[in-house]
């Protein structure tokens, strides 16, 4: 069964750093969104992407964070500047038309 | 304001209980998203409804369009069971459909 993947699984880096966080959605996919997920907090939405674009952001995605789809296969969140409370799990997600289906996640940690 | 509530926060149950989850939201949507979260992080979809019910297996969830609430029952519960149990709401305002989350329903099923 087609499965959504997520590299790296666990990502450790230092305040102040970029990080590339890589998804490959199922490949028919067409919607594409990332979550992250705070420690004991709930999932939040960061962005989706839709046709070589964004098509939503929360407050969250702030200048720091930009996605891409460079290839047709991978979709990437990029953090310019990591900070402290970047800190979460990040989900990537993908559907064709009405269920999302999520990547096993990220774990981000920023020291 | 939370937009979507869940109920409990945490549930304890005896193998073999019939448990309910409810969640109550407070936004017009398109679909309602039964979501289950295991300790290693990874989101699973249980159930899509924008009305009635559905059953797969043991579970069965429930909406109330008008009532803006939606239940999820396990049957004869077993300690496999056993995660975060998510709650999440697609906007109905024709946006990306991205999920708003609940905060979840920690269920433990004991042997």
């Known amino acids: 069964e087609p499965e959504v993947t997520q590299t790296p699984s666990h990502q450790v880096t230092q305040m102040g750093q970029e990080v590339i966080l890589r998804c490959v959605p199922i490949s028919n996919h067409l919607y594409f969104y990332w979550y992250r997920q705070i420690l004991g907090q709930k999932v939040e939405f960061l962005v989706s992407?839709?046709?070589?674009?964004?098509?939503?952001k929360s407050e969250i995605f702030d200048d720091q964070f930009s996605v891409e789809r460079p290839d047709g296969s991978n979709f990437t969140l990029k953090i310019r500047s990591t900070k402290l409370e970047d800190s979460a799990m990040y989900f990537c997600a993908s559907k064709l038309e009405y269920e999302q289906y999520f990547g096993p996640g990220t774990r981000l940690t920023v020291t | 304001k939370n937009e979507v509530e869940q109920s409990p926060q945490n549930l304890t149950a005896q193998e073999g209980e019939f448990i309910t989850i409810n969640c109550s939201y407070s936004?017009?949507?398109?679909?309602l998203h039964w979501l289950q979260q295991h300790p290693g992080g990874g989101i699973v979809s249980l159930f899509m409804?924008?009305?009635g019910k559905k059953k797969h297996g043991r579970l069965i969830a429930t909406i109330n369009i008008q009532e803006k609430h939606s239940s999820l029952h396990i049957t004869a519960s077993h300690p496999r069971d056993s995660a975060v149990y998510i709650c999440?709401?697609?906007?109905?305002?024709?946006?990306?459909?991205?999920?708003?989350f609940g905060k979840g329903t920690k269920l433990t099923v004991n042997p």
């Open positions: 992407f839709y046709n070589n674009e964004i098509s939503e």
């Open positions: 409804l924008s009305s």
């Open positions: 999440a709401v697609s906007p109905g305002y024709g946006g990306s459909e991205k999920l708003v």
């Open positions: 936004v017009g949507i398109s679909a």
